[in-house]
């Protein structure tokens, strides 16, 4: 079994292998910890077949058959980019990678390593990257340092292979996810949709915890979405942030849903970035369950929910304690740092579960940030080369011969030669170069 690809992707990489058998309990097996996460597992190789040379625009996750018994419920997931490290500079206190890792400052990230860490790091400790380039971080011991640019000092290199574990998508809310395909033939679990940028050859793995002494088993299925045959007119982010988990219990922020009005906003934490696509989650701890739908509201202000994020995101229970997030889709709403985030619900048509709880997840950042091409070329006009310090402009054209300026730069080293940024190879580019009412023009091609 597979899903859909949308027609703007060329493939897409699926955990769960084409022609599995559809089932209640579809996708790996994951065993949680009691609010603490658990053991993680693969849910797709690093080398995968699919990977080539694409990368992925999108991630949609499921969760699905969350056991649970009569103690508690309240269930959240981490999606995890896993990629070796090449190389260690104790010196510059930098981790490398042979290729683009796709971690963002402040993403969170744990070690583990085949011989010893280098220097001042520990196993099992929660680092914060700081992003040099697309294949080289740095490490700090908190979000906050490494915002600030304040690395740990790498005293040597250690020995052995490294690996980073970074914690990409952090704390999913999935509690009591019903089964895959229910009796009635209903899709269920929890259904998430990122547009997340994954690059090629990254693991992703996935773990979980439970607030239950008795944790059960869960299961997990994802699907990367690649190269879109039109990049630049895709939105695509580089980092998730979370607001409202409360990992002691494994759950959200406590809120209070309405019946006949919505709920009043309750605030879940504040951003440290811009972000603009949205997902949130609806957990409870109860078990005494009714049929009911549950519409949750993101809101953001200064200091109030002035602003509702338009769009329902929706939930459902049943009476024997399955729940489900049916509808992958989240919403779009430009949010800028420094405001605080909102959560409200609103239930029926029977009473809400009992210790309902929020979390919403804002996706920032661009793939353009991660993602870059050169061109290059030179540029003449009747024979004559373009003096350093000119203007030259470049054009990308697509399939449908549309055309949008992506880029300027200037002559530079003699012969009319120059070199650009462009961001994608989906396209063709054009360099043009005006002087004195004559322009000259090169095509410059794709770049590989």
Same mark, same amino acid.
């Given at each position: 079994?597979?899903l859909p ?39 797709? +190789? ?10 992925g625009?999108?991630?949609?996750v ?18 995890i ?20 890792h796709?971690?963002q400052t ?20 929660n ?59 209903a899709?269920g679990g ?32 994802? +699907?990367i ?12 982010g ?12 494994s ?29 949130g989650?609806?957990?409870w ?16 202000g200064?200091? +109030? ?23 992958a ?8 740092s ?63 011969n ?18 650009a940024?462009?961001?994608d ?24």
């Open positions: 079994m597979s690809i949308p027609s703007h992707f060329r493939g897409a990489i699926y955990s769960v292998a084409d022609g599995t058998r559809p089932a209640a309990a579809w996708g790996t097996s994951v065993t949680p910890g009691e609010n603490v996460m658990g053991t993680a597992v693969e849910l797709v +190789a690093s080398n995968h077949a699919s990977w080539s040379t694409l990368h625009y999108g991630i949609w499921n969760i699905n058959s969350n056991s649970t018994n009569a103690t508690a419920r309240d269930t959240l997931v981490s999606i980019y896993r990629r070796a490290v090449a190389s260690v500079d104790a010196s510059a206190d930098t981790l490398t990678f042979a290729s683009r796709g971690i402040a993403d969170r990230l744990q070690l583990t390593t085949t011989g010893t860490l280098p220097g001042n790091l520990s196993l099992a400790t680092y914060y990257a700081i992003r040099q380039s697309k294949t080289v971080i740095k490490v700090a011991t908190s979000a906050a340092n490494a915002r600030a640019g304040t690395a740990v000092n790498l005293s040597d290199a250690g020995t052995g292979t490294h690996t980073v574990h970074c914690r990409k998508i952090d704390y999913l809310g999935a509690t009591s996810a019903g089964a895959f395909i229910a009796s009635n033939g899709s929890f259904n998430y949709f990122f547009p997340l940028f994954v690059p090629n050859g990254t693991a992703i793995d996935i773990e979980a915890q439970v607030n239950n002494a008795t944790v059960g088993t869960l299961r997990a299925a994802c +699907a979405f690649l190269n879109p045959s039109k990049p630049y007119a895709l939105p695509c580089t980092f998730v942030r979370t607001f409202g988990a409360t990992l002691a219990s759950s959200g922020v406590a809120i209070t849903a309405g019946t006949s009005s919505e709920g009043s906003f309750t605030e879940l934490g504040t951003t440290e970035d811009a972000l603009w696509f949205w997902q989650s609806v957990n701890n109860s078990g005494n369950t009714n049929a009911c739908i549950y519409h949750l509201d993101l809101g953001w200064a200091a +109030a929910a002035d602003t509702t994020i338009s769009g329902y995101l929706s939930f459902t229970t049943d009476t024997v304690e399955v729940g489900s997030k049916c509808c889709n989240g919403i779009t709403g430009l949010v800028p420094g405001n605080k985030i909102y959560a409200r619900a609103q239930v029926g048509p029977n009473a809400a579960a009992a210790s309902l709880s929020a979390l919403a997840y804002g996706v920032g950042g661009s793939v353009e940030e991660d993602t870059s091409y050169t061109v290059s070329g030179t540029i003449t006009i009747d024979g004559v080369a373009a003096a350093n310090g000119k203007t030259v402009r470049i054009f990308a054209f697509d399939s449908d549309v055309s949008e300026l992506v880029a300027t730069t200037t002559i530079s080293g003699g012969a009319g030669g120059f070199s940024s462009v961001p190879n989906t396209r063709s580019y054009l360099a043009t170069y005006h002087n004195d009412g004559k322009v000259g023009a090169t095509q410059l091609g794709t770049p590989s």
